[in-house]
C-alpha cells in the first residue's frame, strides 16, 4: 500500500479526516479542514464543491491520483469523491508522499501546511509555558 494512503488511514483512526461531502463541508464551515481531497474519478459537480469547500476555509484543494474505490477501502466509507484532512502535519505529510511521484507538483502546499503546522505546535508550547 502506498504511504500517503496510509496516512490517510492514520488520519481517520486518529479522528482528523472528515469523509464524503457533506463531512468535508461541515469542517470547512467550521474552519478544521486544512487539505480538501477529491478522487481522480469525481464528478465535476462534486470537484467544484470540494473547491469551494476549500476556499472557504482557507484549505488547500488537490485531486489525487486514487479513485473513489481506492480511498473507500483506506476509509472504510463506500466510495467518497472526497476527503478533508483536519491537521496540518498530517496534510502536508500526505501532500509531500502524494507529490513524490511528480517533483515539484504540491512544493508549495507542502510548504505552506508544513509552516501552519509549526505555528500551531508554537502556539501550544507557548500556551503551555504561561498556564504553569
Known amino acids: 500500500m502506498d504511504r500517503d494512503l496510509n496516512l490517510l488511514g492514520i ?9 464524503g461531502g457533506d463531512a468535508v463541508a461541515s469542517a470547512a464551515r467550521a474552519g478544521k479542514a486544512r487539505l480538501v ?10 470537484l467544484r464543491r ?9 484549505a488547500v484543494h488537490v485531486t489525487v491520483p486514487y ?3 481506492e480511498i473507500g477501502q483506506i476509509t472504510g466509507r463506500g466510495s467518497p469523491g472526497t476527503a478533508g484532512i483536519l491537521d ?9 508522499e ?3 511521484r511528480t517533483p515539484g507538483r504540491f512544493e ?3 510548504r505552506r501546511l508544513g509552516e501552519e ?9 507557548s500556551t503551555r509555558r504561561t498556564a504553569r
Open 88 to 96: 496540518a502535519g498530517l496534510a502536508a505529510s500526505f501532500l509531500k
Open 50 to 58: 470540494a473547491i469551494l469547500n476549500a476556499k472557504s476555509c482557507g
Open 98 to 100: 502524494t507529490g513524490a
Open 37 to 46: 481531497l477529491s478522487a481522480s474519478d469525481s464528478s465535476e459537480g462534486a
Open 108 to 110: 508549495e502546499d507542502v
Open 117 to 125: 503546522a509549526r505555528a500551531k505546535t508554537i502556539r501550544i508550547r
Open 11 to 19: 488520519a481517520r483512526k486518529a479522528g482528523l479526516l472528515a469523509v
Open 67 to 69: 479513485t473513489k474505490f
